[in-house]
């Protein structure tokens, strides 16, 4: 274990990693984010999805440096009285566990539809590769938007279907320009002539090859997954309203501005940026790492 | 030139090909769309009112044509929306078609000026950045579009409500404006000062995630372009600046960014409706979501349908044009 943290620290990549302060920024921001997440019911001074803890006398109070603010509401209350930041905290929660599943679904089913079409290609290529045409030109956001209108009321689950419907075709695509890449390649064919079965062959000798370009388009992919969700809450067709979500608290927010009421909107929306732009600038180091030209 | 024959008959049979496609892709969505408003709801008592009797219901079922096998069912939907009969919707009593054809001009204007901004601002700005990439200017530029593309459009409409109709009260926050007909039906809201300034906002909401990207592809493409050695000949030859990098340099780098923009369509039908929902923009996308909240069927169906001939129309269209932009794609039998 120590010898392997040694070998990780002195490494190339490790050393470009630290002298690229954006890098290091976005990873920084991810940490943060996805800490507060994960420890949302320890750290949140109020769980605002409880209603025997909210009381509307704490509605609406700004933030705990303005005047008329108030302890323990850091960043403020909402119409209900909710804390401010516990509700950004459960928030982030929902737009990780959207963001993890269906990037890992996406990637599982593109990955294999990828390898079996590049690999054996044919009709079934053929056919995959046109339907991923189709599905790509109707945009992710589109279909999930409509999926959710027709199907209503079905929670994070259902969000993440309504996601992974088109988001497959950017793995498929990858891994199957990634198979065509290396399919004639001489260590390929000798594997081939020494026997090896095709499993054998796609899953130790062709997506090992695969797997940079792939994790850049998840990277890429998990922040605009993490915006579609806050869009679709945003919108109303995402998560139910007893769930916490950084997009309804904008879409609830939004009401107040012409009241002034700043924070409702200001705060989730920095939180749902920062996660975002963490991942993006980590995606933008990862790109120019393994391959500047992708 | 000899070959120009042979080659005007391939890009005939890939248009060709690519218009069987078309349809067949059209009539897979018609029947997702005919499964739809067959399964999810009962149009019969939606049509008839929760109250009706027995009787009213037959009656409402025949008319409708319920009462035939499905295939036969599918047939008339099929007929009717080549007839442009999308059926009336569940909420208003109108025909859907006329419904949304009348919002089509407001959409129609709010997209064609957020594609106009992005790719001007995307590609000026890219080119820009590229000729002196680690400039003060071009630093602040690319931090700028880090952030275009980490925040949702529909945070972006916010903030510019925020910070210009709130806080500045410089524009206007929602609506379309004063608008005026031209050529008959066609509202306009572009020829009036009023209406012109309800449309800055929205079309820069709807635009700025694009612009972003397309300015991050301009200044990847120009960077690596101004490095080739034919470049590098261009400014041998004593050629000026203006020349070297628009018309040596730029053409080259578009060709991706053309590709790109192409293949947007669909993103801007979806985040116009975002857009238009946060600005009460009267558009098709606005309607859109009002008939997902009242689950007016019908209207959800005709906009899903006339979408889809739209997207699949302009990439059929775009890919046709490309092969005039990009000397290097032949259209033969493997595309």
Redesign the interface.
């Known amino acids: 274990m120590e010898s392997m943290i040694k070998k990780i620290l002195s490494s190339r990549k490790f050393h470009h990693y630290i002298r690229d302060p954006s890098a290091v920024a976005g990873s920084l921001i991810l940490i943060i984010m996805l800490f507060g997440a994960i420890f949302a019911p320890l750290i949140a001074p109020q769980d605002p999805y409880d209603i025997k803890t909210l009381s509307l006398k704490d509605s609406m109070s700004p933030p705990i440096w303005m005047k008329g603010g108030k302890a323990p509401f850091l960043l403020g209350t909402d119409d209900q009285g909710r804390d401010i930041l516990s509700t950004i905290l459960y928030g982030c929660r929902t737009s990780f566990i959207v963001g993890f599943s269906a990037v890992a679904i996406a990637g599982i089913i593109g990955v294999t539809i990828g390898l079996l079409s590049g690999f054996y290609g044919g009709i079934l290529d053929a056919i995959t590769m046109?339907l991923a045409d189709?599905l790509?030109?109707?945009?992710t956001?589109?279909m999930a938007?409509?999926f959710l209108?027709?199907f209503?009321g079905g929670g994070i689950p259902l969000i993440v279907i309504a996601i992974v419907i088109t988001d497959w075709v950017r793995y498929a695509r990858t891994m199957r320009g990634g198979v065509l890449g290396v399919k004639e390649e001489d260590y390929v064919s000798a594997a081939k002539a020494s026997g090896a079965n095709n499993l054998r062959i796609a899953l130790r000798h062709i997506l090992p090859n695969a797997i940079p370009p792939l994790l850049v388009i998840a990277a890429v992919d998990f922040?605009a997954v993490v915006?579609l969700e806050?869009?679709l809450s945003?919108?109303?067709?995402g998560v139910p309203i007893n769930k916490p979500s950084l997009?309804m608290m904008?879409s609830l927010?939004?009401n107040y501005?012409?009241a002034?009421k700043?924070w409702l909107?200001i705060f989730p929306?920095g939180a749902?940026?920062a996660i975002?732009?963490g991942i993006?600038?980590l995606a933008?180091w990862l790109r120019e790492e393994i391959n500047p030209?992708l | 030139m000899e070959s120009l024959a042979p080659c005007l008959l391939i890009m005939l049979a890939y248009i060709i090909r690519r218009l069987i496609q078309g349809i067949a892709v059209l009539l897979a969505v018609s029947v997702i769309c005919f499964a739809i408003f067959q399964f999810m709801g009962d149009p019969v008592l939606t049509l008839a009112g929760r109250y009706a009797t027995q009787k009213q219901q037959e009656e409402v079922r025949k008319t409708l044509g319920l009462d035939k096998p499905l295939y036969i069912q599918y047939f008339i939907f099929l007929k009717n929306a080549l007839h442009g009969n999308f059926g009336m919707s569940y909420v208003t009593h109108i025909p859907v078609l006329g419904l949304i054809f009348e919002r089509l001009p407001a959409s129609i204007e709010l997209a064609i000026t957020a594609m106009i901004i992005s790719l001007s601002l995307g590609i000026i700005l890219g080119v820009v950045s590229s000729l002196n990439p680690n400039s003060i200017p071009s630093r602040i530029v690319m931090t700028g579009s880090l952030f275009g593309i980490s925040l949702p459009t529909f945070l972006i409409g916010i903030l510019l409500i925020m910070i210009f109709a709130v806080a500045l009260r410089l524009l206007p926050p929602f609506g379309r404006g004063e608008v005026i007909k031209v050529a008959g039906t066609w509202r306009t809201g572009f020829l009036t000062s009023n209406g012109f300034s309800h449309l800055i906002l929205p079309a820069f909401t709807l635009g700025m995630y694009q612009l972003a990207v397309i300015l991050r592809l301009t200044r990847g493409g120009m960077m690596e372009v101004l490095r080739e050695d034919y470049i590098r000949t261009a400014w041998a030859k004593g050629l000026s600046r203006m020349i070297v990098v628009f018309k040596h340099a730029l053409r080259n780098a578009l060709i991706p960014v053309i590709t790109i923009a192409g293949l947007q369509f669909g993103e801007l039908i979806a985040f116009s409706t975002v857009t238009e929902t946060i600005f009460q923009w009267p558009g098709a996308g606005n309607l859109l979501l009002t008939s997902i909240y009242e689950t007016d069927h019908p209207v959800i169906i005709a906009y899903v349908m006339i979408t889809s001939f739209i997207i699949l129309s302009l990439n059929i269209l775009v890919d046709t044009l490309y092969v005039f932009i990009n000397p290097k794609i032949r259209y033969g039998k493997h595309d």
């Open positions: 046109r189709t790509f030109s109707f945009s956001t589109l938007m409509l209108g027709i209503k922040g915006m806050a869009t945003f919108l109303g067709v997009g904008i927010g939004k501005i012409y002034g700043w909107v929306g749902l940026v975002v732009l993006n600038l933008d030209k």
